[in-house]
């Protein structure tokens, strides 16, 4: 099969692969369509470290290839995605509700493109199937849900994680794929007013939340929050710039007005 494979910082390039084995509690998915993350980005530029051969791509949709034994509810054929956090499911951490933190370890339960072969590739072999596949409804394409193992997953998260309440001010800072997730989601919560600050004004977001029409710099982010709100503190912030540039942005959170 053909896969995109980490070689070194700055190079990603096509190779043959044998397709995966099938072992016990597996499902080998055939990939019909994935997509890149602000993560990959990381990868390529080597902020982020994963070993040279690894296939990169953690945004798998496509259909059931062949199912390891001990794998029920699933038949060959059927559409599915799998998530980008692929936990076991069983252990502490996950039965607690913490799977992305399977194991124990920080972000134990990301494995595909970081710790075992990604889905940027013609097959995937994914672990603990019986815990990671999800129907794709018949009604959807795959194009629909290509957002669903990651982006939209995480941008929710961050919205659920964030313990937003009916009729919060919330300040979303970046707007790209996950930042736009985190302003729907946090829509979604019943926030009254969202703030949305990137340096690129991008459509989605003036539909989803209100723009804060600057473009910050590392330093600006409490000026940027304290000048839209009026000098009230934000009842939640949200970062998704991928940069530690809008820590700053700490201080202005609910209680600490500033
Ligand atoms: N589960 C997870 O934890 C998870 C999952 C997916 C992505 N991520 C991470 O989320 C981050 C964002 O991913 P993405 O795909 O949306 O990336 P992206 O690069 O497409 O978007 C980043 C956005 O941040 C904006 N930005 C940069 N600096 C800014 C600043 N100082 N203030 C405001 N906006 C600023 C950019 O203009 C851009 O629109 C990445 O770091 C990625 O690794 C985490
Ligand atoms: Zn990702
Ligand atoms: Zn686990």
Redesign the pocket.
Known sequence: MKAAVFVEPGRITLEERPVPTVGPGDALIRITTTT???????ILKGE?PVRPGLIVG?EPVGVIEELGEGVTGYDVGQRVIVG??TPCGQCYHCLDGHQ?QCGGKP?GG?RFGNSIDGCQAEYLLVPNAQANLSLIPDGLTDEQVLMCP??M??GF??AEFGQIKIGDTVAV?????????VTAGTKLKGATRIIV????V?AGSCDLGELAPI????T??RRTGSRCTGGCALDQRS?????D??ADSNGFVRGRCL
């Open positions: 890149i993350c602000g993560t990959d980005i990381h982020y953690h980008a956090i992305a972000i990301w990651d982006i997953s995480t998260g961050g800072f970046a707007q790209g794929p996950i930042g736009l997730c600050v990137d340096l690129i991008r473009a910050p710099r590392p600006d982010c970062v998704a710039t991928g940069r540039s809008v």
